[in-house]
């Protein structure tokens, strides 16, 4: 039968899953990834903490396996992420505040230098805004200051000139102040001339919580010239699983598609990993979990048949 990945291609955009290298060992887990997909996010091990663990030494083995696989399957790869608050390693603390801001470029420009031709999509930034709109104080806003990001841009843009550059976020799907903020900031970035070619809304969702207003949000971000991507979708619930939490949580992700599908410039969505054996979620909110389109099994749930049947537009 048609894959999400086909049916995706079919209206002009990708259906991708998030993956990591543990993973890989499984074998059936391996096939699906492969077959269903037509994109692959490096769900860890493009992150500071992987390629740059010791200053100045990088690392790329556990990545390129998977660009490696996701190219033997035809595979599109985003990447991510390049800068980020978390996951990077601890010698980065220690960096005098006026050396951070060479350091962090010379961190792009290694990494997106590697993946040069590679990747069609950079997170640059990952999660740079708290909730309310401000901005987060992470060692390179407080080192660097408010221009750490548009610098982070300009670096990405050198060391890969066809990668879109995004900047990526949670909380950001509907309207609110933290959506704003990153609206604000594309905007400034397009009339100062920082390159940016996306917006990366992460979509880390609860059932029967889906914002009403993600197609419009969307929508605004377009308009200002730049592409959105789902990248991290996944909808969680709390456990356990009944026919009426699978039924809502289908909804959900109908209504996520649905948005994507109805703007052009939405050029495409990931789940964050696409089956529950290996969500984040139960870890980092307990009792929580069975946020994806496939179980712990690898069966089909009905959130797989919402989503194939609305890219599919049946
Ligand atoms: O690699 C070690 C392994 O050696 C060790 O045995 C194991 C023990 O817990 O930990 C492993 O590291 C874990 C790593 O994932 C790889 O599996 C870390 O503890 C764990 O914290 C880390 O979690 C990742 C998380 O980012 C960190 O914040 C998740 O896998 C990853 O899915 C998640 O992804 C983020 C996105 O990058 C950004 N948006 C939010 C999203 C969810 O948190």
């Not at 996951?87 to 050396?99: E, I, K, R």
């Not at 959506?179 to 992460?202: C, E, H, R, T, W």
């Not at 054996?277 to 929580?288: A, H, L």
């Not at 797989?304 to 599919?312: Q, S």
């Amino acid at each position: 039968s048609t894959t999400l990945g086909q049916h995706a291609a079919a209206r002009g955009k990708y259906f991708g899953s998030a993956t990591d290298n543990p993973e890989l060992s499984d074998a059936p887990y391996v096939s699906i990834l492969g077959s269903e997909f037509n994109q692959i996010t490096v769900g860890n091990t493009m992150k500071w903490q992987y390629t740059e663990p010791t200053q100045g030494q990088f690392s790329y083995g556990q990545a390129d396996t998977i660009v490696n696989l996701a190219r033997a399957n035809n595979q599109s790869v985003r990447g991510h992420t390049l800068v980020w608050h978390s996951q990077y390693p601890g010698w980065v603390d220690s960096v005098p505040a006026s050396q951070l801001l060479g350091v962090m470029r010379n961190h792009i420009s290694n990494v997106a230098g590697h993946f040069n031709g590679q990747v069609i999509h950079w997170d640059v930034v990952n999660e740079a805004f708290e909730e309310n709109g401000t901005r987060r104080q992470s060692v390179f806003q407080r080192n660097i200051g408010d221009s750490y990001i548009a610098e982070a841009f300009r670096a990405a843009r050198a060391a890969d000139p066809t990668a879109k550059l995004y900047y990526n976020d949670y909380n950001i799907e509907g309207l609110g102040a933290k959506s704003d903020a990153v609206y604000n900031l594309v905007q400034s970035f397009k009339q100062q001339g920082v390159p940016i070619d996306g917006v990366g809304m992460q979509a880390h969702l609860i059932i029967g919580q889906v914002p009403s207003s993600v197609q419009q949000n969307i929508q605004r971000f377009a308009a200002l010239g730049v592409d959105v991507a789902i990248t991290e979708l996944d909808i969680r619930m709390n456990l356990p699983r009944d026919t009426t939490k699978d039924t809502q949580q289908a909804n959900d992700y109908r209504t996520v598609v649905n948005a994507c599908l109805a703007v052009t410039r939405c050029v495409g969505i990931t789940v964050w990993d696409y089956t529950d054996k290996y969500s984040w979620i139960p870890s980092v909110f307990p009792g929580q979990g069975a946020a994806l389109p496939y179980d712990e099994n690898l069966n089909k749930k009905p959130a797989y048949t919402a989503i194939h049947d609305a890219l599919a537009g049946t």
